[in-house]
Structure formats: C-alpha cells, structure tokens
C-alpha cells in the first residue's frame, strides 16, 4: 500500500522559478489553482476532493473493515477534535469495559443462585407435614427430598458458571491489554505528529518560494523598463534564491509524502490488527455466552430430573389404601353397636 500524491505538492511546473517572458504569474497561479483543486488537506492531511474521490477504490471492498472508514478527524459531543485512530482506540477499551460488566453481571447471577439453593436446602429440612400417613405421606415426603436434590443442582450450576463463564470473562486479556493500546496510541500519534511538522515546513517553504517569486517578478519589471544599472545581476542572484527555495520547497514535500505515506501503512497495519482483535473479542464472549445457555438448559434437565419420583409417587396416591392403612393402625373395635334386649 502506498499513497501518491499528485497536483498540490509534487507537480515541478508549481515550483519551478520561471524566466523573465515565460509563463505569466496570471497563468502560473491558474495552473496551481487548477492542481491544488484535486486535493484539500485537513489538519495536516492531504484527501482527495470529494469530485476526484471517486476514483478511490476502498482497500476490503463490501467488508466494512477498519481500514477504510476512520481516515478523517471527527469532533466529540465537547467539540475537541478526535482522529480516526482514537476513535477506534476508544471502541477497544469500551469492549473491555462491556466484558468487565458482563463478568460482574454473572458474578450476581452466581450469587442468587447460591442463596437460592442455600434456601432451598433449608427449606427442605422444614418439619411441615411431617406427620402426613400413606401413599401421600411418601409423596410429600419425595416432593421436600425434591428440594434437597434441586439446591445441590443449583450450587453445582453456580460454581460451573464461576469457573466456565465468570471466570474466562474476567482473564480474557488482562491488564496488559490496556498498555498494548497504549502503545498503538503513541505509535500513531507519534507519527502523526511528525506529518504535522512536515506539513509546516511544506507551508514555510512554500511562502518563501512565492517571496523569492514575487522579488524576482519585481526585478525583471526593473530591467523592463531600465530603472537600475544593478537589475540583471540582481536578477541573476534572484533567480537563484528562487531556485533554491524551489528546491527546497521539492525537498519538503518529499519529506511531507513520506512521512503521510509511514503514517498511512501504519494506519492500515494498526487497524486491521484491531479489527482482528475485536472480531476475537465478540466470537469469544459469544463462546462463553453459549456457554452460559448450555449450563442453563442442563440445569432445567436435571431440575425436571429431581421431580420425577415426585410424580410417580403422586400417580401411585390411593385414598382408598390411604384410608385402608390408617384404618389398620387406628382402628378402635369392628363391632357395630346392636338393640338392647329387655
């Protein structure tokens, strides 16, 4: 990937000093005009016009990747400036703050779950209806055993969340993350900072060339109508300020490209690799939220599977066996009252 820059820096005809009877200044300022209208350079970097951005092709076409979309500056809800890069910057530390709350959010889920089992336990020990004979007695008996059964499920759901979920989301990069971003930060700022000193001796150039331009302007109007003796070797001399601040001017530029051109690679090198970590961090979270259901579902399971002897208890109730044993334990005499005789 490189970037060429056309028309508004590098164009020789724009710097090179003209001789007296050349190209007028008139024609000269419309040919750099007609140039410098292909480009328009905001702080400090050159862009296409949006009438020649057309003929850009994007670097992943159909992709939306990073590397195509986060070239200009933007102002944030305070109005500060804020760069491209920043802004992706900024979408990587909001992915690990939203992981972190994730993880604090399973963290309350493992604690209801805790405390719904630790009441489930106790209230499986509840002397209630303990009295309660027969077929019934044995149901109700299996529905309390139920609960006992239900809260070791629970509390196994809850430590596999910890470990399985909580845990991966907490450890899934560490502190190093936020230094390696750092790292990113300064790396691209740096180079940005270097392309806005070129631009300036771009800028400083190119004002001392158009001053040796105009000087030399003005010394050939003089020789044209014979006002000093001194005007054609000061002119000579002139030409050769100009010269050199055309050259100069030339070596600026350079400089200027090269500097947008290292900025640019590293932009692009940069965001695709945060485009790759971000692309990580959603397929992982996805992972361990997956998780989550899967440990969700095999706790409805086995839940359903702790209520099962319940059920076949309560379809084997029997009043009729109820009354029958109740009636064997309790009974007080089979003999029916009859008449008295006289």
């Not at 007028?24 to 410098?36: F, G, H, L, V």
């Not at 106790?122 to 309660?132: R, T």
């Not at 003796?229 to 300020?241: F, P, Q």
């Not at 100009?242 to 500097?259: F, I």
Request: proline fraction near 4%; include cysteine.
């Amino acid at each position: 990937l490189s970037l060429t820059l056309h028309g508004s820096f590098d164009d020789a005809s724009c710097l090179s000093p003209q001789s007296p009877g050349s190209t007028s200044p008139a024609r000269r300022q419309n040919k750099e005009k007609e140039i410098k209208e292909t480009k328009i350079t905001i702080n400090c970097v050159t862009f296409p016009v949006p009438a020649s951005a057309l003929e850009q092709q994007l670097l992943k076409p159909s992709e939306w990747s990073y590397c195509d979309y986060f070239w200009a500056d933007k102002k944030d809800p305070q109005g500060a400036t804020v760069s491209g890069f920043e802004v992706l910057l900024q979408k990587q530390l909001k992915g690990k703050q939203m992981q972190k709350e994730m993880a604090e959010f399973i963290r309350e889920r493992i604690k209801i779950e805790e405390e719904y089992a630790k009441n489930l336990s106790k209230l499986s020990m509840f002397p209630m209806a303990a009295q309660e004979e027969g077929t019934l007695g044995e149901a109700w008996a299996q529905l309390k055993k139920s609960l006992a059964d239900e809260a070791e499920v629970h509390l196994k759901f809850s430590s596999k969340l910890q470990s399985e979920v909580e845990k991966p989301l907490l450890t899934f990069r560490g502190d190093n993350f936020k230094k390696d971003m750092k790292k990113y930060d300064h790396h691209i700022a740096d180079l940005r900072k270097q392309q806005v000193s070129r631009y300036a001796a771009v800028e400083k150039a190119r004002k001392a060339l158009a001053d040796r331009q105009k000087d030399l302007e003005v010394k050939t109007q003089q020789l044209e109508i014979k006002l000093s003796n001194k005007t054609e070797e000061d002119i000579k001399k002139a030409r050769r300020k100009s010269t050199q601040a055309g050259d100069d001017l030339m070596r600026c530029v350079d400089l200027y490209n090269q500097a947008q051109s290292k900025w640019f690679e590293e932009m692009v090198t940069t965001s695709l690799e945060l485009e790759r970590l971000e692309v990580e961090r959603v397929e992982t979270i996805q992972q361990l939220l997956r998780q989550y259901t899967t440990l969700r579902h095999e706790t409805d399971m086995f839940n359903q599977s702790t209520l099962e002897p319940v059920d076949q208890l309560l379809q084997s109730v029997d009043p009729a066996k109820d009354r029958e044993l109740w009636v064997k334990e309790h009974k007080t005499g089979d003999l029916r009252p009859v008449d008295m005789d006289i």
